[in-house]
C-alpha cells in the first residue's frame, strides 16, 4: 500500500467516525446553533488557543505567521517522512479533537507541531522521525482530519478543522511499543496547547484503562514479531 493510499484509508476511518460522533452528538447545524449562543452568553472565543494556555512558552519567533513561514520552508523537503518500503500490517491512530462544538484553527495547529517536534514534509503532512536517523520511515505522522489530509500552508490561517489524526504503521523504525510511547505524549502535548482532547481509535476518550489496554496489545505485537523474526 502506497502512503497516499495510507493516507486516504486513515481519512476514510476518521471521517466515517466523525460523521457518526456528529450524528449522535448532535453536532449538526442545531448543535451548532446552540454552541453559537453559548458563545454569545459567555463573550466571545478569543484567538489563537494557544496564547490562553501557553503564553508564557511562546517567544516572538512561535508565532502563527512565523510557525506558518517556518513550515512552508520546510514544506521544500518533500521526501521527509517518505517511507522506502510501503509495506505494513497494521495502523494504530488516535486523534486530537477540538472540544464539542468547537474547532481547531490551522494557525494553531501548525504552532503546536512545531511546538513538539513534529516536521512538515511529505504528503504535506506532519512526521516525527528517529532522531539523528530522519532517512528512515516516520515513526508516526499527522494528518488533517479533514479531507484530503494535506495542511495547505498558503491557506492555512483560514483552516478550521475538528481534529488531526495521529498514526502508526507497523512495522516501522522503532518497535511498536516504542513507536506508541513516543506518539501518545506527542499527542498529549499537542491537546494540551491547543485545548482539545485525545481521543482513541474509535472517537472514545482515551484514559488510563485504555492506553493500558493498547500498550498491551503493542506489547503482544513486538512479541510476535521477535517470533516470527527468531524462524528466519
Not at 504528503?123 to 516516520?138: E, N, W, Y
Amino acid at each position: 500500500m502506497s502512503d497516499a493510499n495510507l493516507l486516504r484509508l486513515i481519512l476514510l476511518v476518521a471521517g466515517i467516525i466523525v460523521l457518526a460522533v456528529i450524528y449522535l452528538t448532535g453536532r449538526t447545524t442545531g448543535g451548532e446553533a446552540d454552541a453559537t449562543r453559548r458563545r454569545e452568553r459567555n463573550g466571545p472565543r478569543r484567538d489563537p488557543v494557544l496564547a490562553d494556555t501557553q503564553q508564557s512558552e511562546y517567544a516572538a519567533e512561535a508565532t502563527p505567521s512565523a510557525a506558518a513561514a517556518a513550515v512552508a520552508e520546510d514544506s521544500a523537503q518533500s521526501g521527509y517522512g517518505k517511507r522506502a518500503e510501503a509495506r505494513f500490517d497494521r495502523i494504530v491512530t488516535i486523534y486530537v479533537a477540538a472540544r464539542d462544538g468547537e474547532t481547531l484553527a490551522g494557525s494553531d495547529v501548525i504552532v503546536a507541531a512545531e511546538r513538539v517536534g513534529l516536521v512538515f514534509g511529505h504528503m504535506d503532512i506532519f512526521h516525527r522521525t528517529v532522531d539523528g536517523k530522519p532517512d528512515l520511515a516516520p515513526v508516526f505522522s499527522v494528518a488533517n482530519m479533514l479531507t484530503p489530509g494535506h495542511f495547505d500552508m498558503a491557506s492555512i490561517t483560514q483552516l478550521q478543522t475538528p481534529g488531526v489524526s495521529f498514526f502508526m504503521a507497523l512495522p516501522g523504525p522503532l518497535s511498536a511499543l516504542d513507536a506508541w510511547d513516543m506518539m501518545l505524549p506527542t499527542a498529549q502535548r499537542m491537546a494540551e496547547l491547543l485545548g482539545a482532547v485525545v481521543l482513541d481509535g474509535d472517537h472514545n476518550a482515551l484514559g488510563r484503562q485504555g492506553i493500558g489496554h493498547i500498550r498491551e496489545d503493542l506489547r503482544s505485537y513486538d512479541r510476535k514479531a521477535e517470533q516470527a523474526q527468531g524462524h528466519w
